[in-house]
């Protein structure tokens, strides 16, 4: 047994550990090859080992691979589906609702695989498989509350690291590289930890048994809103603006709440027969709530066509409304709580149908949003002035690119006009469009860029080094030409973090819109030093209108307006 422990741990750490080093570098990538990281297989399939861990051995072995594999073949239809025409990876869309999608799934069919696993037998009762839902829930919030102790708990000694001068721990903890792999172990191994201990299930109890009681309040709001609907009208509700997701909600928690109250069907926490009544409303009025949302959304498809963010709205909208069709049915045939378990099976079964229509080309949302916008056009439903060219080519990947080639292939009436209001969509560079600057654009723009005072000049080693740092210097993130900033070369005198009694010597500004940097360039290695915030503009600025002020060591004055020059946090 303690072999068995001993790899199990193994493999939590090791599945943690990769995990937080490849989230690290999808969230750090602004272009490239890992914005096409797997993020369902590097989300999910931990996730799944460390929730069945218990069940150690050759069987989740072999469930862990069929799921690896199924995720794959999704992942790859995805990627091909969306993968830009552009020589370089700069966008991916929607990466992470694919990836909200086939979790809601994953997590839904894990308790009866889990239950399969210990079993051996897919004869297993919807009770056992409620409960493993439910423990695996606790388990995920246990690991929740753990996780935020413990980053406070980390933020609070980076901050005592910060107060006696060794700057570089909060710098190195918070580091991308280091806090998602922190957070990952942390995860796996309450996770870990937890499923030794009884007391999960005992939590999971008094958290069900509060939920249930929440249910009857909430009932009487949801049927006083309904009943409210016929006198307030729809053109309030619609002025929100956000309708449709507040209704989505409280579906959700409805569901939710339904849930932790009847459990698995068998028991009933209303010893009163009029609260249980009214809890019976509210799920009668969740294929109301559904027809609601699915008419607000139509009212926006029937104006704009579908795009892939409504194709998605469709697709909670009409899973919240399988369930709620399904738990209004039961209790109008005067079944509840008896056939929870059917409904709930049957609606898990549909919305994996769902998820998998949605990953293959019959329910893709790239190609039915692609195919639907151009027929618009085609029909005359969109005018071409109007119509979101770029949306083709840089949101809808392959099957947008394949519409694009269509059109420009047409012949016949209005094609000539499509054509030409193509052309500007066609030709826009892409780095351009996703707000990217490539190595060779930004040695150009800060050649080009003002230098005060006048006839001094950016070296060429300092060219180089800034625009190797671009993307680490926020400053430079919205410029895109050299007008857009200015350098002013000034003797400073002001403490900085190395030097605590003041540091003097010519320093090197950065001067943007908005937003400023005071570099100290005495060395190859260019050190940040201080950072300006205000209404600068670079265009407006003059060689004599870069003074420094009074103290030394803190301001700074740019069109005689004074600026504080701030210490920055990192090195």
Known sequence: MYGIDRKRYFWVGVTALLQGLLLALYVTASSGPFLALPLTLVVVVPFSLWLGQEHWGRRLKCFLGYLAALLAVFYAYWLWSVFPMEPEIHYLPTQNMNLTRICAAVFL??????????????????????????????????????????????????????????????????????????TSLTIAFSITLALKHPGIDSLGRWILAILAWLLPPFSVLSVVFVVSLPFSGLRTLWNTGQASSLMLLLQFATLLLANAAWLD???????????????????????????????????????YGWSVDRIHAAFFAVVAGIWGLGYASV??????????????TAAALILALIVVAMNSPILDPYRLSANNQTERLLEGRTRPEDFDFLYLRFNLGRYGNYALSRLQDMSGEGTEAIREYMKPALSIDAEEHYGLISEKRRREILAGARVLPEGRALSPEVIKKLASQWNDFFPFHDVRRKSDLAFSFKNLAFKNLENREGEAGEKLLLITKGAGMVFDVSSPEIRVVGMIYGGIDPLDLKSADVEAADPLFKDVLLNGRRYQIFLPQTR
């Open 265 to 303: 069907g068998t028991r009933t926490p209303f010893s009163n027969k009029a609260v249980e009544v009214c809890a019976k409303l509210s799920l009668l009025c969740l294929p109301i709530y559904t027809t609601l949302c699915l008419y607000s959304l139509g009212l926006r498809i029937q104006q």
């Open 331 to 344: 209790v109008l045939l005067r079944q509840w709580p008896s056939s929870i378990g059917r409904v709930n």
């Open 109 to 182: 069919f894990l308790p009866f695989f889990q239950c399969r696993i210990a079993r051996w037998n897919w004869r297993v009762p919807y009770s056992e498989v409620f409960f493993q839902l439910c423990r695996n829930v606790f388990l995920l919030f246990q690991a929740v509350i753990v996780t935020a102790v413990f980053w406070v708990l980390l933020l609070t000694a980076s901050l005592l690291f910060d107060i006696i001068g060794l700057d570089f721990v909060p710098h190195l903890v918070f580091n991308p590289f280091a806090a998602f792999p922190l």
